[in-house]
């Protein structure tokens, strides 16, 4: 019943008929690749003589372009849509840091939904040549997967440009502190750019722009928590706003909000260092089902065979598989839940 | 219904049901629950007290009692903050009542948002120190540590060094729950050990002989 390739009879009679239709589409395009191959070679030949872009001109940059096009494309088709609209303010933070060849957030989810049909179509055609066809089910699993795979590779990227940006944090702030007494932000900020380098050189560059075209210092700071969703600004953004009104000046503000974050990161790496030996012995721990799992492969793999004949047995294993996603978020939450303000 | 009543007071606008709603879901839910294990399923007998005096418990303490602590520990990190405000205005040569007042009004945190609701009740005829006793806040300490600033004995020189006071107490309570939430984390460890780990290395290792039984 939960299957997730059909073996039917009916279906298993026309598939020859896949095959060929599917081997005439490879040789068009193995035709239509030889062709712009040709095309290439001539504008080889003329390129000493005319004025020509610093790069090479390479058959894969041509596709990945044309690919982008047709993105660009599909998301001003779809620039009306509300419902994806919604889901596209997630991810206009990752607009220049995880790619530059996206524009908007909206190109972000169609190139993820792009991405999942074609691993469905390429998936599909292998099958197809074998003998096989996806069932919905399968169907459905192969959008997901593809789907999620995609999703966490985008969030994987821009979690790792945050994860840098709050490792040196404090140092930048230090110095920025330092300056604050001689110099005007601006200068002091960039002075700090020339000293860094990598995310934070990228995002303090933005924070500079914004301070060029004329907002003020707490919207610069609010447009940068609300790129980079690190609280931090957001509570430096708050004690500018604050202070002035109390009765204080900005290098108060400055002062009191680098005393109260050090105070967090100190309890933090207070946490941090106390439960280190528990998470590492639970991270250990937590290889043992794999190293189990892989005993199985290597010396009785026929052990799992029996196991998926069974829908028992396929029940057993999302169990499995659940339980220890379980397990480890679980671990992750009560060790290493955040100390915040 | 009192106990309740005061911790989802307590709770504020964050409780996520009414105390007379929650009671009555409470019971209508155990009610059901416990019927059906019994008569329905047609197992043992033994079961179905066991497991309904778990969900009537744990229906209050996840409800209810983790929001709460939740809650309150977040409320005395703003509280922190708050007065370390209240403290620079102060220095800047502000009094106490209008320290008070400024920071709550520019400030967002639930405890300027408290403040703001008794200064309403202080246009409407009632004194500070009235409106201040009658605030139900979450922590005791706040309250105390409001209370004690707004008292009239103060003179202004000694009002900094009550700050400092204040400040030290709410930071160091702070540091107390720190390490309590920290001396708390092998048992709940033990608790995910045992009921998640255990059996997903028993199911790995007995499947086969599961599937057999089954088939």
């Known amino acids: 019943m939960i299957s997730i390739l059909n073996d039917n009879n009916l279906v298993s009679s026309n598939i020859p008929f896949f095959q060929i239709f599917l081997l005439l589409l490879i040789i068009l395009l193995i035709l239509i690749v030889k062709r712009f191959r040709m095309s290439i070679k001539h504008e080889n030949r003329i390129k000493d003589f005319s004025i020509a872009p610093d790069e090479d001109i390479l058959i894969i940059n041509h596709y990945r372009m044309n690919y982008i096009k047709f993105i660009n494309y599909l998301s001003f088709y779809f620039r009306d849509s509300v419902f994806l609209n919604k889901y596209a303010k997630y991810y206009e933070p ?87 007494k001689d110099n005007s932000f601006i200068q002091s900020l960039d002075l ?62 400055f002062d009191l909000s680098y005393t109260t974050l050090l105070e967090k990161s100190k309890m933090e790496r207070k946490v941090f260092n106390k439960t280190l030996g528990m998470y590492m012995f639970l991270v250990l721990l937590s290889l043992i089902p794999l190293f189990v799992f892989l005993n199985y492969l290597v010396f009785n793999y026929e052990y799992f065979f029996y196991i998926t004949s069974t829908i028992m047995g396929r029940l057993i294993i999302f169990a499995i598989i659940i339980l220890y996603l379980v397990y480890i978020l679980s671990i992750r939450f009560i060790v290493r839940g955040s100390v915040r303000l | 219904m009192t106990k309740i009543k005061n911790k989802i007071d307590r709770l504020g606008y964050h409780a996520p049901l009414n105390y007379v709603k929650f009671t009555r879901i409470r019971f209508l839910t155990t009610l059901f629950l416990f019927i059906y294990l019994l008569f329905i399923l047609t197992k043992d007998y033994f079961y179905a007290p066991i497991i309904t005096i778990l969900y009537y418990n744990l229906f209050r303490v996840v409800l209810v009692d983790w929001p709460l602590n939740i809650y309150i520990a977040r409320y005395e990190r703003e509280a922190i903050r708050f007065f370390e405000l209240v403290k620079l205005s102060l220095t800047k040569g502000n009094n106490i009542e209008n320290a008070l007042e400024l920071t709550a009004k520019y400030f967002n945190s639930e405890l300027s948002y408290a403040y703001i609701a008794a200064l309403i009740e202080v246009k409407f005829g009632k004194s500070l120190v009235e409106a201040i006793n009658d605030m139900e806040l979450p922590s005791s300490i706040v309250k ?46 033990l608790v995910v050990l045992l009921v998640i780990f255990v059996p997903l290395m028993l199911l790995i290792i007995y499947a086969k002989d599961i599937v057999m039984i089954f088939n």
């Open chain 1, 192 to 253: 700090v750019i020339n000293k860094t380098k990598g995310s934070v050189n990228k995002e303090l560059n933005k924070m500079k722009r914004d301070l060029e075209y004329g907002l003020s210092i707490h919207d610069a700071f609010v447009r940068c928590y609300e790129r980079t969703k690190i609280r931090e600004f957001n509570i430096i953004a708050e004690y500018i706003y604050v202070i002035p009104n109390i009765g204080g000046n900005t290098s108060d503000s």
């Open chain 1, 94 to 180: 990752y607009v220049g840091i995880v790619n530059n060849y996206y524009k908007s957030g909206l190109e972000f989810i169609i190139s993820e939904i792009v991405f999942s049909i074609l691993t469905l179509l390429s998936i599909d055609i292998l099958l197809i040549l074998n003998g096989y066809i996806l069932t919905p089910f399968g169907f459905v699993m192969t959008i997901l997967l593809s789907y999620g795979f995609i999703a966490f590779n985008h969030y994987k990227k821009f979690n790792n440009y945050r994860k840098e940006i709050k490792k040196s944090f404090y140092e930048f702030m230090t110095i920025l502190l330092a300056l604050l």
């Open chain 2, 144 to 189: 105390n540590a409001l209370v004690s600033l707004t008292k009239k004995e103060l003179k202004s020189k000694n009002k900094l060094e009550v700050m400092d006071n204040v400040i030290e107490v709410l930071k160091n309570n702070a540091d107390i729950e720190m390490q309590k939430r920290i001396n708390k984390v092998p048992l709940q460890v």
